[in-house]
């Protein structure tokens, strides 16, 4: 739990009013590609975020199959990683 905590509050501070963030996503895309994206494009894509610290399960799954059908995982399982009952969904 305190785990989730901590997590649910630092996704808080990268809130699309937070500026703070925008530079540390800036900086990952930067690690990751080579290349930092253009501070109009993630300025604009940054109003349009928004963040919460709710975990749907079905949006969860989904976004599991769609990271297998790029080859990220070997399974888009996602069983056992919700307890029944706790997620508002089963």
Not at 16 to 29: E, F, M, Q, T
Not at 32 to 54: C, G, H, I, K
Not at 62 to 85: H, R, W
Request: charged letters at 20%.
């Amino acid at each position: 739990m305190a785990a989730f905590l901590e997590i649910s509050a630092l996704s808080k501070s990268f809130a699309p009013r937070n500026g703070g963030g925008l530079a540390v996503v800036n900086r990952a895309i930067r690690t990751l590609t080579t290349r930092e994206m253009p501070a109009q494009v993630l300025n604009e894509s940054w109003r349009r975020l928004s963040f919460s610290d709710e975990l749907l399960q079905d949006a969860f799954g989904k976004l599991a199959k769609d990271a297998e059908a790029l080859g990220y995982p070997p399974t888009s399982d996602v069983s056992g990683i919700f307890e029944p009952g706790l997620s508002g969904s089963q």
